[in-house]
């Protein structure tokens, strides 16, 4: 880390000739300029910032891949960026953005039902500044970037958004985590604009239990969404499915018989801590005790080859269409492959899901940081990116900010 942080400093003096600035980047190598959340409360910030209208970059004119002269690294020196690379050797090709913190919805593992305190708009990203940002780390080597929120099909320029993100050269990927509620509407035109994968929650197959868990209607619509993107043509359809004990842990065979016939991938997410969700650790159903579950049925079902970096375990049920994950972040974590960082609604970079450190990186745009300033402040923070997140019972008893508020 002292390595990381002198590389970024020496950088930093080349670049730099604001005194302000010059601060604001000290204070962060350190670990000062970060701000933590309790609760659904955002902490003030206490940055004196100047006009934000102003401060960010034109995106249309800035989509331009820049020289070599003009990088801060040398792909011929550096297969893959410095800045997005931490003390452990993990590459971060995979930026998650959070286009909003509303939701239709309240479901129980994510909120608390009486919802969650919303940031002022005026402190959210703005389009161009989610644009910005999405340029800038796929410039470093981001490959692949999900969209979440919040529910980031209720925000109004999610198209505009996809299709921008669409001509940035070097993405490979754009991902939509959805509720489905608004789905089916919408679907024809996000693939029109560029959408590649979706991943759909889905926590219940029987309504009235639906219900119970997010709190709301809306079961149908989501089983519309789903059938019509697997009318459309997206292979597999991913469907999310946390499972808790004493709610729907009772559905794990009624959800792995859904891929007999299609093209589905349910993933089994294990219960994970966050504020305001009551996590208990017997409610917490374990990727084993699903596996073993789901093995009595199925005796014959055989694990898939994954990618290094992929979060889920995934089986198959021989002869079957679609296939089952499991997200073992509790019992089972994939820390050491970790290939993810997160940008919050409200634009702070964080670096471990669980982790309740953030750094705002909308504070640093609109100050009128340049590109390479604010590579400074994203490779500080990836450096300081620990080996594996603190365990279930610790993070447990942790601050951190509710699922809803981070980006889930």
């Not at 350190?30 to 995106?59: C, D």
């Not at 509620?181 to 679907?187: F, S, T």
């Not at 269409?321 to 940008?343: A, E, Y």
Request: hydrophobic share 35%; aromatic share 8%.
């Amino acid at each position: 880390m002292t390595t990381h942080a002198s590389m970024c400093c020496r950088l930093f003096d080349r670049h730099v000739s604001s005194t302000h600035f010059r601060k604001l980047f000290v204070q962060c190598v350190n670990g000062n300029f970060q701000r933590l959340y309790s609760g659904a409360t955002h902490n003030e910030n206490e940055l004196k910032l100047g006009n934000s209208t102003s401060s960010a970059a034109n995106f249309a004119s800035s989509t331009k891949t820049r020289s070599k002269q003009e990088r801060l690294r040398d792909d011929s020196i550096l297969p893959f960026s410095a800045f997005l690379t931490d003390s452990f050797g993990r590459r971060h090709s995979y930026l998650r953005i959070s286009l909003t913190e509303k939701c239709n919805l309240r479901c129980q593992y994510c909120m608390p039902e009486e919802g969650v305190k919303l940031t002022p708009r005026g402190q959210l990203l703005s389009t161009s500044e989610v644009l910005t940002l999405a340029r800038l780390f796929v410039q470093e080597g981001v490959e692949k970037i999900r969209l979440t929120g919040g529910e980031p099909l209720i925000r109004p320029d999610i198209l505009h958004i996809i299709a921008e993100l669409r001509k940035l050269e070097g993405l490979k990927t754009i991902a939509v985590t959805t509720n489905g509620m608004n789905l089916a509407r919408l679907l024809p035109k996000l693939k029109d604009t560029g959408l590649d994968l979706l991943n759909i929650s889905l926590d219940s197959l029987v309504p009235a239990k639906f219900e119970f868990i997010v709190r709301r209607k809306g079961f149908h619509k989501v089983m519309e969404g789903i059938e019509k993107a697997i009318d459309m043509g997206y292979n597999p359809v991913k469907v999310n499915c946390v499972i808790m004990r004493g709610f729907n842990e009772d559905e794990l065979l009624d959800f792995v018989a859904l891929t007999e016939k299609k093209p589905l991938e349910v993933r089994f997410i294990e219960y994970m801590p966050f504020d305001g969700n009551k996590w208990n650790f017997k409610k917490m159903v374990s990727y084993q005790e699903m596996l073993d579950h789901i093995r009595q049925q199925w005796p014959n079902l055989e694990k898939l080859k994954t990618g290094l970096t992929e979060t889920a375990k995934t089986f198959k049920v021989p002869g079957f269409k679609g296939q089952v994950g499991f997200i073992t972040s509790m019992s089972d974590h994939f820390c050491g492959s970790c290939n993810r960082l997160r940008i919050t609604a409200d634009g702070n970079l964080k670096v471990c899901l669980f982790g309740n450190s953030e750094v705002s990186l909308r504070d640093i745009l609109r100050s009128g940081a340049s590109d390479e300033e604010l590579l400074q402040i994203i490779g500080a923070a990836v450096g300081r990116k620990k080996k594996q997140h603190a365990g279930m019972f610790n993070i447990s008893q942790m601050k951190n900010r509710p699922m809803i508020l981070i980006g889930g």
